[in-house]
């Protein structure tokens, strides 16, 4: 038998989808620290979820868990002596109206489920120190704060913009709202004073103006991956990130700041949390207020003084390469969860049927989404089952 007190902690996520909320909030940063043999790491979708792999964890990430099934897996793993960290990024118990997934996360049997889980956890891990004071009480449960990194192999290459003024927006459909009602007046504006110098791309959403402004569209891509890849090729000149001041939002993380700044491209921010944090980092990017006048006045500044994006461009590529690049976030986060690494769980005693619970918790969810969304699911649910019943 090995020595148990020599061999490395074993780490397991489980989660539903590899979206860029779990990629870039522990993921990531678990593959590197297996890599350099700090830990064993396992990375499992829940619906695929064996019991040896159970069997063999010490340590769980519950990524983004919310259904019933999730749920008693979690509780499985609670009474097998895991030790639980609940993956967060998103303030998931606070979702304002109006998103596309405002409906799901505001059911109250789904904020049950999330906040059994965050209490059965030893430990809260998330991208925003936001979301640690809320859910993580001290002396309670472990906060563990993360940054996102940098995906690739560095910033695209800062360069001298020359010619036309490439000007865009890239976010998921969910940030409609939050273009329309902050950048609308300003970009027409901008439009109506440099007129063809100025070239506007809205990739992932379809404002209402966007004609108005002769705006290009791009289609949102099918992965994250695909997303990066196809704006490291806009070669915009100005990136926008417009951010509503709540208490949601807060919660969010400055990922865009991050993606802009690898793709060459200067930001301009919402003073609002969470970009206002880097105002206490000179020259990396440019805050505005969410007022016409002061996003006007903001990329009118950016336009009029090519120099300025020059400077901008190049002290944010070197500030994300020295913070950002994964090997120095990762091992900031082995700093911080050292004493969880040395945790090792009991052998399992308690074993619980997985076939007949993932059948269970998918007419759970089938329940769920009937709820919220209506008869029409039905079809969908139905071939899910059968998907599930023959794993």
């Not at 596309?100 to 809260?124: C, F, H, L, P, T």
């Not at 959403?205 to 402004?213: D, E, L, R, T, Y």
């Not at 400077?311 to 969860?337: G, H, N, P, S, T």
Request: charged fraction near 30%; hydrophobic fraction near 40%; charge should be positive.
């Amino acid at each position: 038998m090995p020595d148990m007190d020599k061999r490395l902690c074993h780490v397991l996520l489980v989660y539903r989808d590899m979206i860029p909320s779990i990629r870039l909030c522990g993921h990531g940063q678990m593959q590197w620290l297996a890599k350099m043999k700090h830990i064993e790491y396992r990375a499992t979708p829940i619906a695929r979820l064996k019991q040896a792999e159970i069997d063999w964890a010490d340590v769980v990430l519950l990524g983004r868990l919310d259904n019933w099934f999730e749920l008693q897996v979690a509780y499985q793993l609670h009474h097998a002596g895991k030790y639980l960290i609940y993956v967060m990024d998103d303030d998931l118990l606070n979702v304002p109206q109006g998103l596309g997934v405002s409906a799901y996360y505001r059911n109250e049997k789904v904020k049950r489920r999330i906040r059994k889980m965050i209490d059965m956890s030893q430990a809260v891990l998330s991208t925003s120190a936001v979301i640690l004071e809320k859910y993580a009480k001290t002396g309670v449960k472990k906060a563990i704060l993360t940054d996102g990194y940098l995906m690739g192999s560095g910033c695209k290459g800062v360069r001298q913009g020359k010619g036309e003024i490439r000007i865009g927006f890239a976010g998921s459909a969910d940030r409609l709202v939050d273009v329309e009602r902050i950048l609308a007046a300003s970009l027409f504006r901008i439009k109506e004073e440099y007129q063809e110098r100025v070239q506007f791309e809205f990739f992932g959403v379809q404002p209402s103006f966007a004609k108005g402004i002769g705006a290009r569209m791009i289609p949102y891509t099918d992965t994250y991956e695909n997303y990066r890849h196809k704006l490291m090729e806009r070669n915009w000149d100005i990136g926008l990130a417009p951010m509503p001041d709540t208490e949601f939002h807060a919660c969010k993380y400055i990922n865009k700041f991050i993606e802009y700044a690898s793709a060459d491209i200067v930001g301009v921010f919402s003073r609002v949390k969470p970009y206002i944090r880097m105002e206490d980092t000179p020259d990396i990017a440019v805050l505005c207020d969410n007022n016409e006048e002061s996003w006007y006045q903001a990329i009118k500044a950016l336009i009029d003084n090519p120099e300025r994006c020059y400077q901008i461009r190049e002290k944010a590529c070197k500030y994300i390469q020295e913070r950002f690049v994964l090997d120095v976030v990762a091992v900031r986060l082995k700093e911080d969860m050292q004493d969880v690494f040395e945790f090792r769980a009991p052998k399992l005693r308690r074993r619980n049927p997985l076939f007949f619970l993932r059948t269970a918790g998918t007419l759970s969810r089938m329940a769920d989404i009937l709820t919220v969304y209506g008869w029409e699911t039905i079809p969908r649910a139905i071939r899910k089952i059968k998907r599930n019943m023959c794993k």
